[in-house]
């Protein structure tokens, strides 16, 4: 569906390989307080074999006011999905939510409303988990799917700052030359961290929106300890590797010794904590998974998640 209106807002939405996943989110947007003619919803399918399709043609039948625009980006990699959304996206604020996602009716309208009253260049908002029927215990009590919240209103660092959830200042985001998402980290994730490094470089302020939450879910695959493992010491390497750019080779040499510290101590703790709850030696030891990315960032190796 097309129109001659330029809209408010382009929800940017990456996808790969999620129908089903992708059609609630899209019903999700359907819904929407905020009028259709407000916004546009981008879909960059990262198969190249377009498996996405069937899934924008039905949204087309079922919800036929809602204005989707489907391309494919056949380079795998999430920096190169991104930076093709945004090269798509007309409107004047990017709202970003992944195809794992699905937010409440007023997502959207609380995310504008919190952009025009704070005066912000980009708002965040939380990202709740949802757990399917079957999921043990142990992992819901962990909280290792869990992120922090704050107060609407609380100015935000880039360290806390995700694309899950938000509305970013397109213009600044199309500033950055020659692409807002760095290639080398296609793979490793880390994109947006980096990129929201960059806008503060810049000046931008981030805020955060506590009642444009959005749920995301926790599928069984990601609830084993072996993954919770595997990402806590991905992101810690990546996070570090993007921090570390900018320091000197003491500091970096530093921290990659008190990665080697927090590594051993929580893996030990953990094991003691495995008669009081699988959940709290989870914790600890997806902390000594971090730990230990600290070290690997040292040697700026890159593990691959995407």
């Known amino acids: 569906m097309t129109r001659s209106n330029t809209p408010e807002i382009s929800v940017c939405i990456c996808t790969y390989k999620r129908p089903d996943l992708l059609l609630q989110l899209l019903e999700s947007l359907a819904r929407q307080t905020l009028p259709a003619a407000r916004f546009e919803a981008i879909v960059v399918d990262n198969d190249a074999l377009a498996s ?29 999905a991104r930076n093709k959304v945004v090269a798509l996206a007309t409107a004047s604020l990017l709202a970003f939510i992944d195809d794992d996602e699905w937010p409440p009716d007023h997502w959207l309208s609380d995310l504008l409303d919190s952009m ?11 990202v709740i988990p949802q757990y399917p029927v079957g999921t043990r215990a142990w992992v819901i009590k962990s909280r290792i799917f869990e992120r922090p919240r704050f107060a609407t ?80 010491l991905r ?10 750019r900018n320091r000197s080779k003491p500091r970096i040499v530093a921290e990659a010794a008190l990665g080697v510290a927090i590594g051993i101590s929580f893996a030990l703790w953990g094991l003691c904590l495995l008669p009081v709850g699988l959940h ?17 960032a040292l040697a700026n190796i890159s593990i691959a998640g995407y």
């Open 52 to 80: 996405a399709r069937q899934t924008i043609l039905l949204a087309a039948q079922r919800y036929p006011a809602l204005v989707v625009r489907y391309e494919i980006e056949p380079v795998q990699g999430i920096s190169y």
């Open 116 to 126: 025009t009253t704070l005066q912000a260049d980009a708002v965040l908002g939380p």
């Open 153 to 232: 209103g609380t100015l935000m660092e880039s360290n806390s700052c995700r694309l899950s959830n938000a509305l970013v200042n397109a213009t600044l985001a199309k500033s950055r030359q020659p692409v807002p998402f760095s290639g080398r980290l296609a793979h490793t994730g880390g994109e947006d961290f980096e990129f929201f490094r960059w806008l503060e470089a810049q000046g931008a302020t981030f805020m955060w929106c506590d009642t444009a939450a959005v749920n995301e879910l926790v599928p069984p695959g990601r609830q084993t300890l072996a993954y919770m493992l595997s990402r806590g």
């Open 235 to 244: 992101t810690s390497a990546t996070y570090w590797q993007i921090v570390n």
């Open 280 to 296: 709290r030696t989870a914790r600890s030891w997806v902390t000594s998974a971090k730990g230990f990315g600290r070290t690997i």
